[in-house]
T-cell receptor, first 114, second 113 residues
C-alpha cells in the first residue's frame, strides 16, 4: 500500500536516448510534483500539477515534459538525454498544493546517463 | 527569491549527544517552514513543520521553533540515536512563490554508537 510509487527505481541509459519515469499516488491528493536531486543532495522543484493542470514550471529545459493523465499519475518524459541529467528524480504529492501542506515523496528514480 | 541556508555537514556525533542544525531563510510574506529527513536510499519524509511565527513543531524527539525575528528554524534533539543518521533538509513554502517547496542544501548527520 505504498503511498507514492515511482518506476523504475534505477535507469541507466546512453546520451541522446529518450526515457520516461512514472509516478503514481494512492493518497487521493490533488497536487503532484517532480523534484531533481543532484549529486550534492541539492533538491530543486521542476514541475507541479494540480488536478492535471500545470501549476509550476521552473526553468527546466524543454527536453523535459511532464504528463498527467489523471490526478493520481504524473509521468516525466526526457528527450535527448544529456550527461547533466544524471540525478535522482523524486515524485511527490500533497493534498491541495497549499503552502502549509505536507508533501509525500516517492522513493526516487536514480537516472544515470552514460 | 526565496532561499534557505542550513549548516553544511557532515555532523558526526556520539549516541545520546545533543544535536542542533541551524537553518535560516529569506522569503516574501509569511512562509510555512519544514524539516524533512532522508534516510539512506529512501525518499524524503516530513519530520516536522510550523506554519506561523512562534509555532513549535515537534516529532520523534526533534523540535524546531519558527522565529520570525531572526528568520530561523533551527532543529534540535536532546539525545540522538544511531537510527537518526540521515540527511536533514530545511525547507520553506510561501504563497508568494506559488507554494513550492524551497530546500536548503541538506545536512548529513552521522551518529556513532
Amino acid at each position: 500500500d505504498t503511498a507514492v510509487s515511482q518506476t523504475p527505481k534505477y535507469l541507466v541509459t546512453q546520451m541522446g536516448n529518450d526515457k520516461s519515469i512514472k509516478c503514481e499516488q494512492n493518497l487521493g491528493h490533488d497536487t503532484m510534483y517532480w523534484y531533481k536531486q543532484d549529486s550534492k543532495k541539492f533538491l530543486k522543484i521542476m514541475f507541479s500539477y494540480n488536478n492535471k493542470e500545470l501549476i509550476i514550471n521552473e526553468t527546466v529545459p524543454n527536453r523535459f515534459s511532464p504528463k498527467s493523465p489523471d490526478k493520481a499519475h504524473l509521468n516525466l518524459h526526457i528527450n535527448s538525454l544529456e550527461l547533466g541529467d544524471s540525478a535522482v528524480y523524486f515524485c511527490a504529492s500533497s493534498q491541495t498544493g497549499g503552502g502549509a501542506d505536507t508533501q509525500y515523496f516517492g522513493p526516487g528514480t536514480r537516472l544515470t546517463v552514460l | 527569491g526565496d532561499s534557505v541556508t542550513q549548516m553544511e555537514g557532515p555532523v558526526t556525533l556520539s549516541e545520546e549527544a545533543f544535536l542542533t542544525i541551524n537553518c535560516t531563510y529569506t522569503a516574501t510574506g509569511y512562509p510555512s517552514l519544514f524539516w524533512y529527513v532522508q534516510y539512506p536510499g529512501e525518499g524524503l519524509q516530513l519530520l516536522l513543520k510550523a506554519t506561523k511565527a512562534d509555532d513549535k513543531g515537534s516529532n520523534k524527539g526533534f523540535e524546531a521553533t519558527y522565529r520570525k525575528e531572526t528568520t530561523s528554524f533551527h532543529l534540535e534533539k536532546g539525545s540522538v540515536q544511531v537510527s537518526d543518521s540521515a540527511v536533514y533538509f530545511c525547507a520553506l513554502s510561501s504563497q508568494a512563490a506559488g507554494n513550492k517547496l524551497t530546500f536548503g542544501g541538506g545536512t548529513r548527520v552521522l551518529v556513532k554508537p
